[in-house]
């Protein structure tokens, strides 16, 4: 895996909701808000959705995802936020622990993980000038 900027890991192990975005097999979008724990050694965004909701369902079949996680600021100068480009599948033991370990309330209710593998990352942070982009990409296999 290409090294990931501390400073795009930063980012994203800071917040903890993500905008989930999806398409239905015509290519509809449809998008999410979830809670998400980040495992900064595997580079992985664990979430719970029932198998039932609309984008679980988009994502057993299409597993392309986009994510957009945002600091909200009326303060340009502060403006900061990440789009990922992913792919979705179930998560496994080690992802769940990670999971319950930052939303530990969360082990009493039934669980249905998710993980995205993120093959591509651009982070957008005004703190480092206007405009500032750090961009992270999957190495090709």
Not at 76 to 103: M, N, P, S, W
Request: charged share 20%; hydrophobic share 40%.
């Amino acid at each position: 895996m290409a090294t990931i900027d501390p400073r795009i890991a930063k980012f994203i192990a800071k917040h903890h909701v993500l905008t989930l975005a999806t398409t239905d097999a015509d290519g509809a979008p449809y998008c999410a808000n979830c809670f998400y724990a980040y495992d900064k050694e595997r580079n992985l965004l664990i979430f719970t959705s029932d198998s039932a909701t609309r984008h679980a369902g988009h994502m057993s079949t299409d597993n392309r995802v986009a994510v957009s996680i945002v600091l909200e600021t009326r303060i340009v100068g502060r403006v900061q936020g990440v789009q990922i480009c992913g792919r979705a599948h179930k998560a496994d033991g080690a992802a769940e622990r990670r999971y319950l370990t930052r939303f530990p309330y969360a082990a009493v209710a039934p669980l249905t993980l998710w993980v995205i593998e993120p093959t591509y990352i651009k982070l957008t942070d005004n703190t480092l000038g206007f405009g500032k982009k750090l961009i992270w990409q999957q190495e090709q296999e």
